[in-house]
């Protein structure tokens, strides 16, 4: 699904909910890109896997998702806890590893985690969130709350077992699932072209009788568009979807990782293929959005961003008596 979209997919989205996807959008750049620097001091413990480059998906999918519904994600889930609602100062804390964190300290970047949210957490496995989606669609058909359940995945996890699994599981007992492969490209630092046997992640959906679709990342509107009529196409009671999201990362795979593998591909897209960019441009050009507008949200995330590290930085860690707390449920 690529190319030059019907004016209809751009019109139907109000300039509320433009200036809401541009400030999700927004965030989870001024974000990651804080992030990076804060980790390159030394003062935020563990791996940081970031999402820069990658905002339009989680941006495009999480638009249509509602209270009803839960998304788990990846070891690259900053973008997706954002565009889910996670609190931002709550996640900053958490990288940091204070007690003030969503997880109270003690999950960090690859394990951040909101259930109120619908977040079922980012997760350090790699394939380990496809099957937590296909018991909470499981539970949305069963009880028939017309929620719907998403996993966001690599191209990497895309060859994992338990994403195939789940891939015919969601097919067999025809739940109301969506699959996000999305495909920056590099499993860590091997091609997804040697590592991947199809051409198109998209094209393994056939084989599990559900619809495979190809998204161009960079451009929020596909994305959006692809990803309604997916979760539209679950909640009637239609079935799984695999959608396959196509974009690059702007930062290695893990912080530190000095990207020797990568030739000028990150340039090339900051400058010519740029979400950010691609967004405020149309907004701009049909007069739906001004540029005032765009530029008092990048002021208002810069000063969230800001006051996130600030207080993250400030918090408490978590002691001796935490060890044991937030361990077990009790029903």
């Not at 393994?204 to 998204?215: H, L, N, S, T």
């Not at 974009?247 to 290695?252: A, E, K, L, V």
């Not at 810069?302 to 937030?326: F, H, N, W, Y």
Request: charged content about 25%.
């Amino acid at each position: 699904m690529t190319g030059t979209l019907p004016t209809s997919v751009t019109q139907e989205l109000g300039p509320d909910a433009l200036l809401q996807a541009y400030r999700t959008m927004r965030t989870i750049r001024d974000f990651e890109e804080r992030v990076h620097e804060e980790f390159a001091g030394g003062d935020i413990p563990g791996f940081v896997h970031l999402y820069a480059g990658e905002e339009a998906s989680a941006t495009g999918v999480c638009t249509h998702l509602d209270d009803r519904d839960a998304i788990a994600s990846t070891h690259r889930g900053h973008g997706h806890c954002i565009a889910k609602g996670v609190d931002v100062k709550a996640m900053m804390a958490e990288i940091y590893g204070k007690s003030t964190g969503s997880c109270r300290g003690k999950g960090g970047s690859m394990h951040i985690a909101d259930l109120s949210k619908g977040m079922l957490g980012a997760n350090g496995i790699v394939g380990g969130g496809p099957p937590l989606i296909c018991g909470r669609a499981l539970a949305a058909k069963q009880l028939g709350s017309g929620g719907v359940a998403v996993a966001f995945f690599g191209d990497g996890a895309s060859n994992q077992g338990t994403t195939l699994e789940s891939l015919n599981l969601a097919s067999i007992w025809n739940l109301p699932a969506i699959f996000v492969a999305e495909n920056n490209g590099y499993a860590e630092a091997t091609s997804s072209s040697w590592s991947v046997a199809t051409d198109d992640i998209a094209d393994r959906a056939a084989a599990f009788g559900m619809p495979g679709v190809i998204v161009d990342g960079f451009d929020f509107f596909a994305v959006y568009e692809a990803a309604g009529e997916a979760i539209a196409r679950a909640r009637d009671g239609g079935g799984p979807t695999l959608i396959e999201v196509k974009f690059t990362r702007y930062f290695g795979h893990f912080e530190g990782d000095q990207q020797l593998y990568r030739a000028d591909e990150v340039a090339q897209a900051r400058e010519k293929l740029d979400c950010l960019k691609r967004f405020r441009g149309r907004v701009t050009e049909t007069g739906q959005l001004t540029g005032d507008q765009l530029d008092a949200i990048d002021v208002e995330v810069a000063k969230l961003i800001d006051e996130s590290v600030v207080e993250a930085k400030a918090a408490p860690k978590p002691g001796p008596d935490d060890l044991l707390t937030d361990v077990y449920v009790s029903y």
